[in-house]
């Protein structure tokens, strides 16, 4: 199946307004604007703060008359910290909205710093499941969502994930009303993007789609969400991978490895990684509550972690649900049979480690790993029962 035609830009609405297409973040300034708002503050990483890109979104945004302020104080894993200091940094700079950049981290934190700026009372009293929550009903800062790894999505979810800064116990927050009033998907950021960061990223989409589709609640609408994304994923990611470990002067313009090629690719897997994040609103899985407990107790990036366990986790529900791997391969064209065979070459294709041992992870630390994996309420909506030995099996087998 050939990739998706590029448009000049395209908006849908599921049902966050989103912009896509190359080169739309040169719209955010005028969208500002139009909404009567001129001082953003500019949620990113540390990562990302230092890179041309941000530079030139903040002369774009000051071109079109607005004053951005930068807020960047964090890295990979989000905490509480770093939202308390993100609604700081608003309220010094005297800021009327947000514009969340980045990955999952910024976007997550810059949906609860907008819950904060008006809301009492301690971030954690929002908790997913909390009976007790107080209601999310103060004005929330207009906010947008700027996506520049094709990974977790968050640009159209409702929930963030933050994380105790003493414990790494992760904590879920969620609201309908976290979901940004407009994303712009905008390919071009992700041009760039590194290898491993592509690889990482890209599983983590990969997870979503597949935890989605795999998970046992009724949702017709995200199973065939999942299923198109899941096809994307196949068609693209080792595409963009193998682009990103090219130097720039071995791409032309056109071709097969050229960079039209290139942007089609990256603009596949932004929008499956898009689509991941619409669809696990059916429910996720097993796979998540161990990169859960990996990021917790090991300080793993997310997407990595999901990527590491995927094919002991996919191998565990195969053996539950084989007729759904088989609508899987079928939409992803796959030979019938071979999704784990397809797995572990696309995991040792995109140069992703073996076994958890290449990253730290020690046999010592099961134990831990198993005990904050099975508090994780992910593998609740499982395809099939989740208990302490076969995480604990998942884990030994992913450490090889």
């Keep these: 199946m050939s990739m998706l035609d590029l448009p000049d830009s395209v908006t849908f609405n599921f049902p966050t307004p989103i912009l896509f297409g190359l080169g739309v973040r040169r719209e955010i300034g005028s969208y500002l604007k139009e909404n009567g708002l001129s001082r953003p503050l500019i949620v990113t990483d540390e990562g990302i703060a230092p890179l041309p890109m941000l530079h030139d979104l903040k002369v774009l945004l000051e071109g079109d008359g607005l004053e951005p302020q930068v807020f960047s104080d964090m890295g990979g894993n989000p905490v509480k910290t770093h939202v308390t200091k993100g609604v700081d940094a608003y309220r010094a700079g005297n800021c009327d909205s947000i514009i969340a950049v980045g990955g999952g981290a910024p976007l997550d934190v810059a949906k609860v710093v907008g819950l904060m700026i008006h809301h009492p009372g301690d971030l954690y009293d929002y908790e997913d499941g909390n009976p007790d929550a107080p209601p999310v009903d103060q004005h929330m800062p207009l906010l947008v969502a700027v996506p520049t790894t094709a990974g977790t999505g968050s640009e159209v979810g409702r929930s963030s994930v933050i994380s105790e800064d003493d414990t790494g116990v992760k904590r ?10 407009k994303v712009f998907a905008d390919p071009e950021l992700t041009l760039g993007l590194p290898a491993k ?11 979503h789609l597949l935890e989605a589709y795999l998970s046992n609640g009724y949702h017709p609408m995200c199973d065939g969400i999942a299923l198109e994304g899941i096809r994307m994923v196949h068609d693209s990611l080792k595409q963009c991978v193998d682009f990103a470990m090219l130097d720039e002067d071995e791409l032309d313009i056109e071709g097969e490895m050229g960079l039209e ?36 107790v090991c300080d793993m990036h997310h997407g990595l972690a999901n990527a590491m366990m995927l094919p002991f986790c996919m191998d565990f529900n195969e053996r539950a649900v084989p007729e759904k791997f088989r609508k899987i391969e079928q939409a992803a064209g796959i030979p019938d049979g071979q999704f784990a065979v397809w797995l572990r070459h696309l995991k040792g294709d995109l140069g992703v480690p073996e076994g958890l041992c290449q990253l730290g992870v020690t046999e010592e630390m099961v134990d831990e790993l198993v005990a904050v994996a099975m508090k994780d309420p992910c593998h609740q909506s499982n395809p099939c029962p989740v208990t302490e030995d076969d995480f604990r099996n998942m884990f030994i087998l992913a450490l090889e």
């Design 261 to 296: 090629a290139h942007a089609r690719a990256r603009s596949e897997m932004l929008l499956a990684a898009l689509m991941g994040a619409v669809a696990f609103q059916k429910g996720l899985g097993v796979n998540h509550s161990c990169a859960h407990a990996l990021s917790t």
């Design 172 to 181: 879920i927050i969620f609201s309908p009303r976290l979901m940004p009033a």
């Design 197 to 207: 960061i592509t690889a990482a990223t890209g599983l983590d989409a990969l997870t």
